[in-house]
C-alpha cells in the first residue's frame, strides 16, 4: 500500500484493462478503529501491510457500484459496513449501519450526500480536520494531475450532478482523493472548480442569493450571527464576499483590522451600529464603507436597534494577511492560523543558542 501525503491514510489499487485507469482503495488508521473505503483486491504484500496496520473495524461503501471487495473484506476482518441510506437496500452485502447526508461517521469524517451521481446514494467523503475530500466515483482524478466528472451517460442527471458538486465547493478542502485515477494533494479545490467551469450545460459561475441557506455561526454572545457564504460556490479566487445578517444586540465580528488585506461592506437592509476607533456612527441601507489596509480600517458593526441588518462584506483574498484586534491585543497571521498576544513582544535573539 502507498502512504498519501497524511501519515495515516494509505491506498492501494488495481488497474482496469476497460477504462485503462486506477482503482483505489483507501485505508484510514486510526486509534478507535480503522476505516477501509471502497476495498479493491489486495496482493499479498497489500494483505500483509493491512493486517500489520490493525485491519478495518469498518468499510464505507460510497455507492452501489464501489462495493468491489467489500464482502472479501469483511469476511476477513469481520468489519461492519457503513453505507448512505439510500443505498442500502441496493447492496448484495449486509450493512450495519445507514447513514444520511452531513452524518458524522467517526469523528472527523463525514458524509457528503451526491444523490444525482451514479447511484441515489453516492456520497463523498470529507476528512475536516485534514482539509481533504474523498470522492468514490462521481469525480474521477483524471488525466493524472486534472480532475473529471464522470461520463455523462452514467449520471442519473449530468447536469444537477455536476451543479450539487456546490456541497463540496461549500468544505475547506485543498486535496482530493479519488476512488478512480490520481489523487491531487494541492490545489484540489481549484482543479474541481476548473472542472465544472469547463461543462457547457451549466455555469457554476453564477448563483442567485435566494438559492443559498443562511448558516448559523456558533460563537459565543454576541458573536453569534446568520451569514451566506457566497464565493467559494461560484469559483470566486482573488476576492471574498458574504452576507451577514445581524439580529437586535447582535455583533459581527470583534473589532478588526487587516494589515494587508482590504475590505467593502454594502448596508443591504437595515440600520446598524458602526464602531471604529473615530467613534461611532450609524450606517443604514444603501451605504458603502471602505476599510482599507491598516489601523484606519479597524471596525466592528453592532446591532443595537429592534430589527435585522442585513450587510454585504466584500474583501480581497490575501494568504499573507495579518489580522490584528484591537479590544483584545492579538494578531491572527493567516500563514499560522493562530492568534498569538502581541505583548510581551521578544527579542530577536530570545531564546536561540
Request: hydrophobic share 40%.
Amino acid at each position: 500500500m502507498k502512504r498519501l501525503i497524511f501519515e495515516d491514510i494509505y491506498s492501494w489499487s488495481v488497474f482496469s484493462e476497460a477504462r485503462q485507469i486506477d482503482f483505489n482503495g483507501h485505508l484510514w488508521v486510526r486509534d478507535d478503529g480503522n476505516i477501509a473505503i471502497d476495498p479493491v483486491t489486495m496482493c499479498d504484500a497489500d494483505r500483509a501491510q493491512f493486517e500489520e496496520l490493525g485491519g478495518a473495524k469498518w468499510i464505507v461503501i460510497t455507492n452501489r457500484d464501489h462495493e468491489r471487495e467489500a464482502a472479501a473484506f469483511q469476511e476477513w476482518t469481520g468489519a461492519e459496513v457503513i453505507v448512505h441510506e439510500a443505498d442500502a437496500d441496493l447492496l448484495e452485502i449486509k450493512t450495519a449501519r445507514k447513514i444520511s447526508d452531513g452524518e458524522t461517521i467517526v469523528p472527523g469524517l463525514r458524509a457528503v450526500h451526491l444523490p444525482f451521481g451514479k447511484s441515489p446514494g453516492e456520497i463523498a467523503l470529507y476528512f475536516s480536520e485534514k482539509n481533504a475530500i474523498l470522492f468514490g466515483d462521481i469525480v474521477a482524478g483524471e488525466p493524472m494531475g486534472r480532475l473529471t466528472l464522470l461520463a455523462d451517460e452514467k449520471l442519473a442527471d449530468a447536469p444537477k450532478a455536476a451543479m450539487q458538486l456546490r456541497k463540496v465547493l461549500a468544505l475547506n478542502f485543498n486535496a482530493v482523493l479519488v476512488g478512480d485515477g490520481h489523487s491531487l494533494f494541492r490545489d484540489g479545490r481549484q482543479e474541481l472548480v476548473e472542472c465544472l467551469q469547463a461543462r457547457s450545460d451549466i455555469y457554476i459561475n453564477r448563483i442567485n442569493i435566494d438559492e443559498i441557506e443562511w448558516a448559523d455561526r456558533n460563537a459565543p454572545h454576541p458573536y453569534e450571527f446568520e451569514y451566506k457564504d457566497i464565493d467559494p460556490l461560484i469559483g470566486a479566487k482573488n476576492i471574498g464576499y458574504c452576507i451577514y445578517r445581524l439580529q437586535p444586540g447582535k455583533a459581527s465580528f470583534p473589532m478588526h483590522l487587516h494589515h494587508f488585506g482590504e475590505e467593502m461592506c454594502y448596508v443591504m437592509e437595515g440600520t446598524c451600529t458602526l464602531k471604529t476607533p473615530r467613534g461611532d456612527m450609524e450606517v443604514r441601507q444603501g451605504d458603502f464603507i471602505a476599510f482599507p489596509p491598516g489601523p484606519v480600517g479597524a471596525h466592528k458593526f453592532v446591532n443595537e436597534g429592534d430589527a435585522p441588518v442585513i450587510l454585504f462584506i466584500l474583501g480581497t483574498a490575501t494568504p499573507h494577511d495579518v489580522s490584528e484586534y484591537p479590544d483584545s491585543n492579538k494578531v491572527l497571521p493567516y500563514v499560522l492560523r493562530k492568534i498569538y498576544r502581541k505583548e510581551p513582544s521578544l527579542d530577536y535573539f530570545d531564546g536561540e543558542v
